[in-house]
């Protein structure tokens, strides 16, 4: 993918600015700031930066945006994982949250090894 010089700087900022939301929040539960749910906005945090790598990462190296597009889609699935199967879910029909959760992982996954496939026969991408 080609982008101009005015684009690429577009794209980078908007990551940077991803990455900073990201180390904002991380501070702020770290500081004491967030009294209940400081995990949940290490999680927050946390999933800001990795978008935001991946996001800053877009015009200038296809093969890590791609790394880090996956590590975003890993720990999305993980975190569907989590919280479908916490004891304090809060749903009416948590075994189709549950199945939802397991489907995405399926997906995950299936795309993975379906992209090591098409590596592996020798294609370009």
Known sequence: MRFSTFG???????GI?????????????ASGA?????????I???AFVLVG???????FSKRLTLGFGGAVAFF???GGLCLAFSPSLHSAQPSAVQSAAIALVVLL????VFILR????????
């Open 53 to 59: 790598l991946t996001v800053a990462s877009l015009p």
């Open 118 to 125: 098409h590596k592996r026969r020798g294609h370009d991408t």
């Open 76 to 78: 999305i699935a993980l």
């Open 34 to 42: 967030v009294q209940s749910g400081a995990v949940g906005a290490y």
């Open 8 to 14: 690429k700087a577009i794209i980078a900022t908007l």
């Open 17 to 29: 600015a991803l990455i900073a939301a990201g180390v904002g929040t991380a501070s702020m539960a």
């Open 44 to 46: 927050a945090a946390a």
């Open 109 to 112: 996954v299936a795309r993975v």
